[in-house]
């Protein structure tokens, strides 16, 4: 059936005991989604507002937050909705969207953690040509690198897999995902498969550039005890959040091509929810805590705030 021309109704999975317990789904998906959008939007507008912060290293971060809350809205609003109203359906044109919009952040993440990655490079090996190699004109060339090449991955695969004839409707996921869509059609997925394997030694490209980067990181702190100390402040958040975001990837992407009956439907919504949920509330915690400007500015909001509502209770007293 053509699926482009008219959209089809696609089923998605049920939360167990969702009917019984569908309140306190909400109520927990409604406090990760506003706690994402809250923490995230406050990390870009401290990094916007505050002049100290205008340094290449808190402009990726900015990015970073950025595309956190754009891939979370990809999926918070629609779960949201089916749990109030209690309808796991959507239509084949919003399914590709969802897909879209999920998967193009994850890739969008890897490539600014990429990014950031050089950064931490030229910042600690080549301290003194930092700013003539990280100028405003190379940051806007890797930032547009770091959304361009993961959008301009990720189409060509929506478009592929969602040209093709569907036989099937539903889709074992909580969201759409590529392979999932793919999967629905009775048609041979060659063509996808051989798009899919271009699409991660595109990628690979990057995790290879990641590897070099703290290969020559770790060798530069050997040497020297102030490198060795930015390394543990700015490096270790990087890599915890790769390793983080790489399993989980890796996993997502292993269960939707060859699945695993074997796996527990629990654990599997779990890891599944874990590339929407850990990367987008861990980074702004991990890198805007731990880097000591933002701490900084942080904590003089916060002391704002409250000499701000006690002079508003001296007042009304």
Known sequence: MDN??????????????SETYWHLYFTCFLFIYLLILSINIRLVMVIIMQKALREPMYIFLCHLSVNGVYGASGFYP???????????????????LQSFVIYSSLLCEFTILTVMSYDRYVAICKPLDYHSKLTKYTCVKLILFSWMVPNFSVIPAALLSNLRPFCKYHIDKLYCDNWSIVKLSCASSFVNNVYGYIVAVIFCCCAVIIIVSYAKLISACKASLENRRKFWQTCLPHILSLMNFTFALLFDVMYSRYGSNDIPESLR???????????????????????????????????????ISEAQKGLKS
């Open 269 to 307: 919504n779990f890891l599944a929810l874990e590339l929407v949920i850990v990367p987008p509330v861990f980074n702004p915690l991990i890198y805007g805590l731990n880097i000591r400007a933002v701490r900084r500015v942080f904590a003089s909001c916060i002391s704002a705030r409250v000499n």
């Open 78 to 96: 629609k779960f949201l909705s089916d749990l109030i109203l209690n309808s796991y359906v959507i239509s084949s044109h919003m399914c590709a």
């Open 4 to 17: 482009m021309s008219s959209p089809l109704r696609l089923t998605l999975m049920v939360p167990k005991q």
